[in-house]
């Protein structure tokens, strides 16, 4: 009799413990179609833009909330063919997406433990960015990028360093009132960025570490990347005007290169299957392996569309209903993401659970090459096509 009761309760507890483990693990299972006929269509259009010189080189990868389904690195660091060859690890400098990777989750994670608060001024957490009419601009309005802020500012044609970056944005005037109108801004992210430093008591490369990239496995995401990654960075621009080489490895944007490499709106480095876990999360109700990093009822909330004055949710972006869209004709509306001035995008269709990593050094040798922008929307059409026709 106790031998039956002793292995009754062998058995419970290794169907409990089998259980808990299924629970708890985001399975992420590989079901790459490398060589797919379905995605020939997308490879010659990948193919074609590098021999039209929308960019050297890509990573691109696709997939679900527990899968990778396509994945694929075209080209080399620059038009050289001598020149090393993109590969998944290739790091690259993420530019404006970090607006959203970074800054925007870091908020997202410090909003879910009730430490800050959307409709709060901002003056309530930076005493000193409330003045010349800044008193009433809201985390919200940071987020929404209309705070009345400016777009953006050169700085590095009147000053030397971060600090006077800071102090700048701190004692600038708006360019309307606060809420009505909509103008994206570099200079309302890095403000965000000082106010989740504030509160957290740490810088925001720090606690996105902590909080973030550690708790994801995500090890090859970063800003300031060590000498030691440099050789595996896409090479973005040859700086002609400001630093006068070229750039790998150190931050493409002049703003967050002055404020040291960790910026609110720029300065993440990170690959295609770092990226892909942090969907994977987003996708899970914002679960991975067990610990919910981000409250599903956020994810929700930040990545749906605000209001009719632009199609910005709280940090992220929706796709755009009328017009230009980054993501295409064919993925439905009810989708979010953003683009990276470098060449970078990340997109979720919520309709369909599939997300779009595409990663470029368009910028390579020039930033004057536009051409990705007409690029941008053939690649992801075919990628719905390849996905979802019959």
Known sequence: MKRNNYLKLSLVLLITAFLAACSTTIIQKKEIIRNSSRFKKVDS???????????????????????????????????????????LNTLFDLASVSKVIGTTTAAMILYDRGKLNL??????????????????????????????????????????????????????????KPGTKYVYSDLGMITLQKVIERISGTTLDKFLEKNLFKPLGMNNTMYNP???????????????????????????????????????????????????????????????????????????????????????????????TSGYSSFGTKFSANSYGHTGYTGTSVWVNKDTGIFVILLTNRVYPTRKNRKIIKFRPVIHDAIYDALFSK
């Open 45 to 87: 259009l990948m193919y074609a833009a590098i021999k039209d010189s929308v960019f050297p080189g890509a990573v691109l990868l696709t997939g679900n909330k527990n899968s990778i389904i396509y994945e694929k690195a075209y080209g080399h660091y620059t038009y050289d063919s001598t020149s090393p060859k993109m590969n």
């Open 226 to 320: 060590p000498p030691s990654l440099k050789q595996r960075c896409a090479p973005t621009e040859i700086d002609t005007f400001y630093r006068m080489r070229p750039l790998q490895g150190e931050v493409h944007d002049e703003r967050a290169y002055m404020l040291g490499g960790v910026a609110g709106h720029a300065g993440l480095f990170s690959t295609a299957p770092d990226l892909a876990k942090f969907f994977h999360m987003m996708l899970n109700d914002g679960m991975y392996n067990g610990k919910q990093i981000i409250k599903n009822s956020t994810i929700e909330e930040w990545t749906t569309r605000q209001s009719d004055q632009s199609s910005r949710g709280i940090g992220w972006d929706t796709k755009s």
């Open 119 to 176: 409709d709060e001024k901002v003056a309530a957490y930076l005493p000193e960015f409330g003045n010349h009419g800044k008193e009433k601009i809201t985390v919200r309005n940071l987020l929404l990028h209309n705070s009345g802020l400016p777009a953006f500012k050169k700085y590095y044609d009147i000053y030397n360093t971060g600090k006077e970056v800071i102090n700048d944005i701190m004692n600038t005037e708006l360019i309307y």
